[in-house]
């Protein structure tokens, strides 16, 4: 736990914090990569998609949202109404940074016949830009609901991009970004683990590098990776994802063993996100006494970001085209509307 701050000294922050949970009629969500510490006083802990879908569906009037800003911001657009305050306003994300929404609507004019297909994890103005945004958890649910003829941009990540073309088997224009805690996964290191707890099943996270995901027994999103950590049959887990995830495990699996994939100096430390990191309980506490620093954005930005996320919630909750693959659906460019 980080040292304390001055001014909070001699604080119980946790009994603050259930204080000012109930004052302020506030829900606590935190994603998977946060500290033990948040993840054991969230209300509820998810993937993104469920973040989404918790955030948009509460009846709390104070989201208090442990993650980074994407999530966050996320939650506003889906609860405008709310008041969304995030412990650390910068809990960024590399794939975020990688794609400049200037960059992004300029790449999209040079390929107008495609739609975009995004990954959350960018800025609210690039989901303005985009057509559809997806999950790790919902991606492979709405691509298969995309016409195969429709040309795809997939970003900004190029190593979830590439593992959903590899797999569907249908080219897509990828945006060169990556996750800096998934790529620094070392295969080397990774292939000294296997050999040291012979089966032991990997589970990795689609954000890995393909030199990563080739040696995973299971690939998928943070909730699908817990999943799989229940269902495989054997003891040991090798997990290739941010290692606060193990918490979780270890919590509702105490019998089964864990093991983070290591990085490159064979120490799995280099893959915590260093973004969900700057989340603390002080920064918590603080966010819910000041209601700062809160979420804003611009209605008319938020309303076009919003078309691309509700599509999102549609599809990956099967409304559309429901187990329908053969292209009853036509989510062409023309039905999307484009959103640029
Ligand atoms: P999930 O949607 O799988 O929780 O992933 C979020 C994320 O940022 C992974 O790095
Ligand atoms: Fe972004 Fe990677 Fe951190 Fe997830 S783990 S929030 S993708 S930097």
């Known amino acids: 736990m980080t040292s304390q701050p001055a001014s909070l000294a001699g604080l119980d922050i946790r009994a603050e914090i259930e204080r000012l949970r109930k004052e302020r009629k506030a829900v606590i969500l935190a994603h998977y990569y946060q500290s033990p510490e948040i993840q054991d006083l969230a209300d509820f802990v998810g993937d993104s998609l469920e973040l989404s879908r918790k955030a948009a569906a509460t009846d709390a009037e104070v989201i208090a949202f442990c993650g980074v800003k994407f999530m966050a911001e996320t939650a506003k657009i889906l609860s405008p109404q709310k008041i969304v ?74 190593h979830l991009g590439g593992y959903l073309a590899r797999k ?119 966010a819910l006494r000041d209601l700062q620093p809160r979420i804003e954005i611009e209605e008319g930005l938020r309303l076009a970001a919003k078309k691309s996320l509700d599509r999102m919630l549609e599809m990956a909750g099967g409304t559309v085209g429901k187990g329908d693959l053969g292209g009853a659906v036509m989510l062409s460019r023309q039905m999307l509307g484009s959103n640029r």
């Not at 960059?103 to 739609?115: E, G, N, S, T």
């Not at 690039?126 to 492979?140: M, P």
């Not at 060169?176 to 080397?188: K, L, R």
Request: aromatic residues 6%; proline residues 10%.
């Open 168 to 286: 569907f088997n249908r080219p897509m224009l990828l945006w060169p970004g990556v996750c800096i805690v998934h790529e620094a996964f070392s295969e080397t290191e990774l292939l000294k683990l296997k050999a040291q707890h012979p089966g032991a099943p990997v589970a990795a996270h689609p954000e890995c590098p393909p030199a990563i995901i080739d040696h995973a027994d299971y690939v998928g999103s943070t909730s699908g990776i817990l999943n799989f950590a229940k269902d495989f049959p054997g003891d040991t887990l090798i997990v290739a994802t941010e290692p606060h995830i193990i918490h979780q495990m270890e919590k509702t699996l105490p019998d089964k063993h864990f093991i983070g994939a290591p990085g490159a100096d064979g120490n799995c430390n280099c893959n915590i996100c260093p973004y969900m990191a700057l989340n603390t309980l002080e920064k918590l506490y603080v």
């Open 85 to 158: 305050v995030l412990p650390d306003m910068e809990a960024g994300c590399s794939l975020e940074d990688s794609c400049p929404p200037e960059k992004f609507r300029a790449f999209r004019a040079r390929h107008p016949d495609h739609i975009a297909l995004t990954y959350i994890n960018c800025s609210t103005e690039v989901k303005a830009l985009s057509d559809i945004i997806v999950t790790s958890s919902s991606a492979e649910t709405i691509l298969a609901q995309i016409p195969p003829e429709q040309k795809i941009i997939f970003g900004p990540d190029r």
